[in-house]
């Protein structure tokens, strides 16, 4: 039997593995020679089925931690330091630098994306292409954030100089399913604010970030990015006790952003900015266009197989259509094409983590004892890296399947006759992050919005929910997030306002008048960026 590998087009072959032998710490690419852990891919090279060793990272522990702890906190230097009081137009040089080098490597990253988290051609480009918009669009409204400073305010005779300033040492930790633009929607806006930062990247979809490593190093102060590889409770957990991190940025479970907020010895000090799990509900109502719904709740629930914190993870349907809606749904899952990362037309791919089809299997096991079925035929099927996708019906509150975030390809269905019922469910659920509504009468849906408006952050109509585009707000309520994070409001989740204020009087006056003059301050400036 042939290899595989001939299938696999010869761009996005693994012709040589990338064994991660540097990490970045105050300035300097050091080299490593401790313990690896090697990094598989659940994708097979070979006909025969086998996990791909695409190389290896480095398996840090405290020393390295305080490394790069002691170098941020060294850069930041209690807000003397080069970064944090640098002129905000030469912050914006530095980080239109890294964009540029990092557009470069754009085919690597690309290729890693495929093979690490197992994420079509199509969805890896894209998150490629919109994290640098997103790098872009960050420039462009920190120069408006600015424009907007430049200038003097005065009440009751007293003059304030009003200017966003920076926190101080970020520890940034990203998720695995969006690894390039949900952890760069954290770091990118933590550093131009003039933090500085150290980032362990996640668990999958470490490897992209090494052919970046130079293009940090070469774009920044030293000390400004730190970068360390290893598990979170080795490196991270350390970090967090010696009380010196101002800014804890998390994307992942609201289980290790507690653990990690509890390792804080001061943490009324420590500023959270978190993106958390999420349950996600679309509500069908009667009138609903079946059509349009079933194509938005296939997008929901599917893309990427449900990994997206995003991700439809419970489908309310209406008694009315509930047939109709099992019945069609359930051939448009059983008609998605399953395939690597890079064939035409692929929605479904391998799941990166080895142990997530047995996960899934236990859900489904969980709810069929309890008298949910699965009602597509594909539903279940297990291969080496994959377990098909599973309408189940109906879905009870006693089920796993209910309570927790699946994450992965997994479609708990209930039926209401009364809308109070998935109100209820939402209102007493620990997360509130989006809900996906899908109706036509404007009577029936206007009470519905002003409700769900204040139960989630995003009310999506006859739309699946989603994260984009990055210029709205991206929060939750309850359990699913803290601060807010779009391009806009990034900038403000990673800085504090702070101002220069004095009374109107002629000694003040002048000293002001000579301090614009001279342009020796950074702070204090109405220098405009065009």
């Known amino acids: 039997m042939k290899k595989a590998t001939l299938e696999i ?301 995003t991700a439809l993870k419970v489908v309310y349907i209406h008694e009315d259509i509930k047939d109709e809606f099992l019945k069609r749904f359930s051939e448009k899952v059983d008609a998605l094409k399953f395939g690597n990362p890079w064939d035409d037309g692929a929605k479904l791919t391998p799941l990166p983590e080895p142990g997530k089809p047995a996960y899934i299997q236990e859900l489904l096991d969980d709810a069929k004892t309890k008298g949910a079925r699965v009602k597509n035929k594909k539903g279940g099927k297990q291969s080496d890296n994959y377990i098909w996708p599973a309408v189940l019906y109906p879905v009870t509150k006693d089920m796993r399947v209910y309570e927790e975030e699946q994450f992965g390809p997994i479609i708990p269905i209930l039926s209401f006759k009364d809308i109070e019922e998935p109100l209820n469910d939402m209102a007493e659920s620990n997360y509130g992050q989006q809900v996906s509504l899908f109706g036509k009468d404007v009577y029936t849906l206007s009470p519905l919005i002003d409700t769900l408006a204040n139960l989630v952050c995003r009310v999506n109509l006859n739309s699946s929910c989603q994260r984009g585009p990055d210029v709205y707000p991206f929060t939750g309520r309850k359990d699913s997030a803290q601060s807010t994070l779009s391009v806009h409001d990034a900038l403000r989740s990673f800085s504090v306002r702070t101002f220069v204020a004095f009374k109107d009087n002629e000694l003040n006056n002048e000293t002001i008048e000579q301090l614009l003059e001279a342009k020796v301050s950074n702070f204090l400036s109405t220098d405009y960026i065009l």
């Open 9 to 309: 087009p010869e761009e996005f072959q693994i012709k040589e593995q990338i064994h991660q032998q540097e990490y970045l710490v105050n300035g300097e690419l050091k080299k490593w020679n401790g313990n690896i852990t090697e990094v598989f891919s659940t994708i097979s090279s070979t006909a025969e089925y086998a996990p791909t060793l695409l190389g290896s990272i480095p398996d840090m522990g405290e020393p390295e931690a305080m490394d790069a702890l002691d170098a941020a906190v060294g850069a930041y230097n209690q807000g003397q330091g080069v970064w944090p009081t640098m002129k905000v137009k030469d912050r914006i040089e530095c980080m239109e630098a890294f964009v540029k080098k990092m557009e470069a490597k754009r085919e690597e990253v690309v290729k890693l994306l495929m093979w690490e988290i197992g994420k079509s051609l199509p969805d890896s480009q894209k998150e490629f292409d919109r994290t640098v918009e997103y790098i872009y669009d960050t420039i462009e409204d920190y120069k408006q954030l600015d424009r907007d400073s430049a200038k003097f305010q005065k009440h009751d005779g007293v003059y304030a100089h009003i200017r966003r300033g920076p926190l101080g040492v970020v520890l940034c930790l990203g998720p695995y399913n969006y690894p390039l633009n949900e952890t760069f929607a954290l770091l990118i806006p933590a550093i131009i604010m003039g933090n500085t930062t150290v980032f362990k990247p996640a668990k999958h979809g470490v490897l992209l970030i090494t052919p970046l490593l130079e293009a940090f190093q070469s774009s920044f102060p030293k000390g400004v990015v730190n970068i360390l590889f290893g598990r979170g409770r080795a490196v991270a957990a350390p970090i967090m006790k010696t009380g010196k991190v101002d800014v804890l940025a998390l994307i992942g479970n609201s289980k290790s952003a507690n653990a990690l907020q509890d390792q804080h010895p001061k943490s009324n000090r420590l500023r959270l900015v978190l993106g958390l799990e999420a349950k996600n509900p679309a509500i069908i109502l009667p009138d609903a266009d079946l059509d349009l719904t079933i194509n938005e709740c296939l997008a929901g629930t599917l893309s990427f197989n449900g990994q997206r914190c």
